[in-house]
């Protein structure tokens, strides 16, 4: 019984990371997307945030005013200590560092995808029940998935009022998670749990 517990307690601790991972990981993805800052979700996240982020800020900043070095290094640090911890607290001892640094990296990579797989599917329906919404959230989700979408758009032009690009952009993430991120998985040896949401 105490065994399950622990089992349980230490599936809640991998998830409340997890999902702070993913804030990260969203805040990263709003500042590489031009998103507007000043969008209330938007400074909540960064709020959120900004405990882990901070440290990082003094020794590395964004890369061309878009990528936020300082988040990635925030999300990679703690999902590398979370991973060692939990591993330990589990019996099974300290992990191969270099596997530990190979499963962070998974570990966010999957953190974008769900994220880009989530807005897509928020923007699809978006499309049919409100295409001109003005909600912050609205407005957020269409700032973060237009750099990718708007590529997709040029090389695949709408079906009359149908339009297949997000389609095509549901295969890559697929592609993308199933042989990326499962490779970076089974290469650092740990379980799937640890790595994904």
């Known amino acids: 019984m105490g065994s399950q517990l622990g089992s349980a307690g230490l599936l809640l601790v991998n998830t409340l990371i997890n999902i702070y991972l993913f804030l990260l990981m969203l805040r990263f ?10 969008n209330p979700i938007s400074q909540s996240v960064v709020k959120i945030t900004q405990p882990a982020v901070r440290p990082f800020q003094g020794f590395l900043g964004p890369v061309m005013n878009r990528f936020d070095l300082a988040t990635l290094a925030a999300g990679f640090v703690l ?13 099974f001892g300290m992990p191969p560092l270099v596997g530990v640094a190979i499963g962070s990296v998974a570990a966010l990579a999957n953190a974008i995808l769900k994220i880009y797989f ?15 919404a003005s909600h912050p959230g609205a407005l957020l989700v269409m700032q973060l998935v237009e750099p990718i979408m708007a590529p997709l ?11 297949i690009s997000p389609i095509v952009a549901f295969i890559a993430i697929s592609i993308i998670d199933g042989i990326v991120v499962g490779s970076l998985t089974r290469a650092a040896g740990i379980s799937g749990a640890l790595v994904g949401l």
């Open 29 to 38: 993805l709003l500042q590489a997307s031009r998103a507007d800052y000043y």
């Open 79 to 91: 999902k590398a200590v979370s991973i060692v911890v939990i591993l330990q607290v589990a019996g």
């Open 118 to 132: 989530f807005a897509l599917i928020v923007m699809i329906i978006l499309s049919w029940v409100a295409p001109n």
């Open 153 to 163: 758009r040029r090389v695949i032009p709408p079906l009359g009022m149908i339009d």
